[in-house]
């Protein structure tokens, strides 16, 4: 499943954002993907937390323990 975000089109029209594509070695898989959501969204926790189905406090909470 992936996320359809208004950044941008493809040739489809629409950009899906895949966070299973940054998948790191075992215990790395949550830092990466956190990482790498909160850079396509430059930053935007909310958007992050969004893209992710996760809360907001809960993005929080996973940037202080990963050292994001």
Do not use: P, S
């Given at each position: 499943a992936g996320f359809s975000s208004s950044r941008g089109t493809n040739a489809g029209g629409s950009m899906q954002f895949h966070p299973s594509r940054y998948q790191g070695k075992a215990?790395?898989?949550g830092h990466c993907r956190?990482?790498?959501?909160?850079e396509?969204?430059?930053?935007?926790?909310t958007e992050a937390a969004r893209l992710l189905k996760i809360g907001l406090t809960t993005l929080y909470r996973k940037i202080e323990e990963y050292k994001l």
């Open positions: 215990g790395t898989v956190h990482r790498a959501v909160l396509y969204t430059k930053g935007n926790k």
